[in-house]
Every structure is written in structure tokens, then in C-alpha cells.
DNA sequence: TATATTCCCGACTTATTTAGTCAACTATAA
DNA sequence: TTATAGTTGACTAAATAAGTCGGGAATATA
């Protein structure tokens, strides 16, 4: 089990977003050479993160991104479920097919991922991109 | 993040071979046949699980498999670190080489990330394999 | 002792997913 | 009118996971 940097690169990017974001928006290509991250990815990655109206986009110079709401109205598992990172550990659908119907004992083992899941899912939705970013962690660095 | 089938089949095999045993060792064989995995898959992972003293081997013409201690004392951490499945996020050593010392913003988000193991492992820590293999579920099938 | 069964083990192949790139476009500030 | 920055789909490369193969060793039983 792992958290691919997909994901991970979203929380970066939204946290530097975050402590970043005074007047105007904030550029990838800003946030790109800060966080070391792929600009071209950068560009997939809010894609996603606009289409689930995390972030609002100002094309043109001086364009960028911010956040759309404030960041202590966002939840992680928001971000990373518009990123893909499906916090999904197991679907029964593909042992459907092979008799799995939930009675069996090839079923024994569902529950525990389901709770798994729920486990999982709720520590992600307690969590705040505000919990995150801290401007004292920025000033600091300055 | 998913959990892999590798460990997602350990768990199932084990449960299987703690309802089915009795008198003398379960066969992959049969575990194959009951729970729908490749036989050679599951020599390739049962060969971990007892590289990691949670099952034993009998060898020859009616051999097997058996636990190597009770089902209530096997905790799914094991069996999914033997297997490989380390419920490990995200490693910094990686980042540590693009500049992220555990002081810059690039390591703001490794707090969270530590704190996911640190609760993913706790779930698996306190889920025994006992908690997956009862007995009835097993009559209600014969 | 011969044979079938079962575990043992490394190497190999294939499939899937993730990571990252490219090219061509649209909008807008200066 | 030009440089900047977001928009988009398609593409490639790399990594990982899943699964297979072949040959070997141990042992119960006939």
C-alpha cells in the first residue's frame, strides 16, 4: 500500500498555494520551481483540482490559481479524491465474477477492507489544508 | 493507494487455512482450488510467510501448511509486512536528495504523511487473524 | 523401491499503473 | 501585439505488480 505522488504533489502544491497567496494568484511555474515539482504535471494535477472547484483559475499574465474557498473548508480527502488517489482499497466487483457473493468464505475478508477504507477515509477527512499550512513555517524560511 | 492483491491474497489464504485445518496441514492445492488463486502465486507468498515464522511446512505426499502459532496470536502487520505490503506512505529519502532536509516547506506535508503510517499501522496492528476465521462462517457453508 | 504429491526457489514474462512529456490552443495584462 | 499563463488530449517511458515456468527436494504410501 502506498500514496503515489500524485496525491502527495496536490497537498504540496495546495499548501504552498496556501502560505504563498497574499494578493494575487499564484503561478505553477511559482509553485513549480518552489516545491520542485514537474510544471507539465503540475498543469494535470489542477486541472482536476479546479474541475472539483478546489482552486479557481486567472488565465493570462499576473494569471494563476487560489484557492476557491478557504483553506480551512478543505479536506484533504477532497483533494485527494479530485486527484484519483482513491482511497479505495478494495472493490469485491472483480471476485463477483469469480463467485465471490458476499456469503462465501472468499468473502471472509471484505469487511476488513471495507473497515480499512473507513479507517483510512476518516483520518483524511478530519484533516484540513489549513492544518498544514502555517505561515510560521514560512516566515521562518524567509 | 490500494492494498495490492499479494496481500489481500495472504490474508484470505490464512483465513482459509485457519478454518480448514484440522488434523493434518492444508494444501495450497486446495487453498487454490477454495479461494480461486493461482497455485503458483500462492507458493510464491506462502514462501514469505514462512520465511517469516507464520507458518510452518510439511513436506511430501500429504504436506502442507499450518499455522506455527495460534490465529490469535498473528496480527495482520504481520502478514502483510511479510509479504511485502509495507503500509509505508511515503519515504523522504527520495526528496532528500532534491533538497528536502525536514526544514523547508517541501517537508511541511511529511508530518501528515508519517502520521497516515503511524494510523494505518495501528488498525493492522490490532487486527488479529483470529478476528477473520470463525467457525460458523464455515458451517453455514457445508 | 517406485511413484505421486507437495513444498522449494530463482528466473522469467506480461500486464497495469504511475509519472512525466509534448504540441497546439485560448485568454489576458501590459 | 506580445509575453505570460492556463487548457486539453494524446502520447511515451519507467516502475511496479501480477502471474508463470521449469526444475528440484522431501516424504507418505503402495
Keep these: 500500500m502506498k ?29 513549480s520551481l518552489r516545491q520542485n515539482i514537474s510544471l507539465l504535471y503540475l498543469e494535470q494535477i489542477f486541472l482536476k483540482l479546479r474541475k ?4 479557481e483559475s486567472i ?7 487560489r ?11 477532497e483533494i485527494l479524491s479530485a486527484v484519483d488517489e482513491n482511497v479505495k482499497t478494495v472493490r469485491c466487483i ?3 465474477k469469480k463467485g465471490c ?3 462465501s468464505i472468499k468473502c471472509n475478508t471484505h469487511k476488513l477492507w471495507d473497515e480499512l477504507d473507513g479507517h483510512i477515509n476518516s483520518f483524511f477527512e478530519k484533516k484540513l489544508l489549513s ?4 505561515k510560521n513555517d514560512l516566515e521562518k524560511r524567509l
Tied chains: 1, 2.
Excluded: E, F, Q, W
Design 131 to 134: 492544518d498544514l499550512a502555517h
Design 3 to 31: 500514496l503515489t505522488s500524485k496525491g502527495r504533489y496536490a497537498v504540496m502544491a495546495l499548501t504552498d498555494l496556501t502560505l504563498y497567496y497574499k494578493n494575487g494568484p499564484v503561478s505553477l511555474r511559482d509553485i
Design 67 to 77: 484557492l476557491s474557498r478557504k483553506a480551512s473548508d478543505i479536506r484533504l480527502s
Design 59 to 65: 488565465r493570462g499574465k499576473k494569471g494563476g490559481y
Design 94 to 96: 472483480k471476485h463477483l
Design 101 to 103: 457473493n458476499g456469503k
Design 52 to 55: 472539483y472547484k478546489i482552486v
